[in-house]
Structure formats: C-alpha cells, structure tokens
C-alpha cells in the first residue's frame, strides 16, 4: 500500500516563507518521480513542480521559478518544497504526488499516488 503525505503547511504573511514536506512509503522512494501541485479556491490544480528519481532534474512552473526549490532526500523518502516570497495568490492546498516511473510530468495524470494536501494561506 503506497501512501504519500504532505505536512508543513501554516498561515504567513506575504513575503515570508515555509518548508513544505511530503513523505512516502509502501514502494522504492528512489526509482519514482515526485511532484507538489496546488489547488486555490474555485481553480482547477495546477502543477507547481517536480523532481526525477534522482534528484539531479527539477522542472517548475513558471510562477514557481526562483520563489521555490523542490528537493529530496532518498535515504528519508522525503521530498521538500521551499516555498520564498510567498505571495497572497500562493494561497492553496498543496498536495504531493508519486508517479509511477521516472518521468517528472507536468500533468496531473502521470502521477497514480496523492497525499491529502497542505493548506497553505499567504495574509497581506
């Protein structure tokens, strides 16, 4: 049974920061693919960035690009989302997702295992 939860997210104001975690089990952390996407109120989710099996690749949003950093850590199963001059429109539930191979995708579909979302809330 593979599970995937998220943690770290909080209320801050804009222009701060926050760590969020994801952590997985139930399958070889390092052979799969991870990915943070994000729901606001009344949108659709939407990718915010991923990361391969490895670590060494990372692709973003383009709102996303210079604000955060995603990352893992494959002996802890953990992968991390640094989220920086967080802005009010940040304001989301963040989820994690574990796809099924190697391929770090944009796209809601290729990823077949989701945690139960981090809501994170930017005040101005």
């Known amino acids: 049974q593979v599970q995937v939860a998220e943690s770290g997210g909080g209320l801050v104001q804009a222009g701060g920061s926050l760590r969020l975690s994801c952590e997985a089990s139930g399958r070889t952390f390092s052979r799969h693919a991870m990915g943070w996407f994000r729901q606001a109120p009344g949108k659709e989710r939407e990718f915010v960035s991923a990361v391969s099996p490895s670590g060494s690749s990372t692709y973003y949003a383009d709102f996303a690009k210079g604000r955060f950093t995603i990352s893992r850590d494959n002996a802890k199963n953990t992968m991390y989302l640094q989220m920086n001059s967080l802005k009010p429109e940040d304001t989301a539930i963040y989820y994690c997702?574990?796809?099924?191979?190697?391929?770090?995708?944009?796209?809601?579909?290729?990823?077949?295992?989701w945690g139960q979302g981090t809501q994170v809330t930017v005040s101005s």
């Open positions: 997702a574990s796809a099924p191979g190697v391929y770090k995708s944009s796209s809601s579909r290729d990823y077949d295992y």
